[in-house]
Nanobody
Framework: QLQASGGGLVQAGGSLRLSCAAS????????MGWFRRAPGKEREFVAA????????YYADSVKGRFTISRDNAKNTVYLQMNSLKPEDTAVYHC??????????????????WGQGTLVTVSS
């Protein structure tokens, strides 16, 4: 089970930190990712991190503003979001997938999904 938290309402330019806690099993050997779905839009990739945290990946739209990290001892992955923009408004989901299962950017390469947390950025 994956449970995302930390969403909320923030003004443009503000920051939020999302957390994704795993329970029931360990995901320390899995890739972890964040995806988001804005109202009326398709789900899109946001960020991902390898099992060792040695590699990170970002969508161009969030590069330089968002940072993904993980704490395998706590079975938790984080998404620090700075300089938020209204277009970042979406439901954010965390996901886990097997290491070595292809592109980090494709949602089809993730097997486990958590319930989302809503992020609303006001202008």
């Amino acid at each position: 089970q994956l449970q995302a938290s930390g969403g909320g309402l923030v003004q443009a330019g503000g920051s939020l930190r999302l957390s994704c806690a795993a329970s029931g099993r360990t995901f320390s050997m899995h890739r972890m990712g964040w995806f988001r779905r804005a109202p009326g839009k398709e789900r899109e990739f946001v960020a991902a991190i390898s099992w060792s945290a040695g590699s990170t990946y970002y969508a161009d739209s969030v590069k330089g503003r968002f940072t993904i990290s993980r704490d395998n001892a706590k079975n938790t992955v984080y998404l620090q979001m700075n300089s938020l923009k209204p277009e970042d408004t979406a439901v954010y989901h965390c996901a886990a997938g097997p290491t070595g299962s292809g592109s980090y950017y494709q949602d089809g390469n993730y097997d486990y999904w958590g319930q989302g947390t809503l992020v609303t950025v006001s202008s």
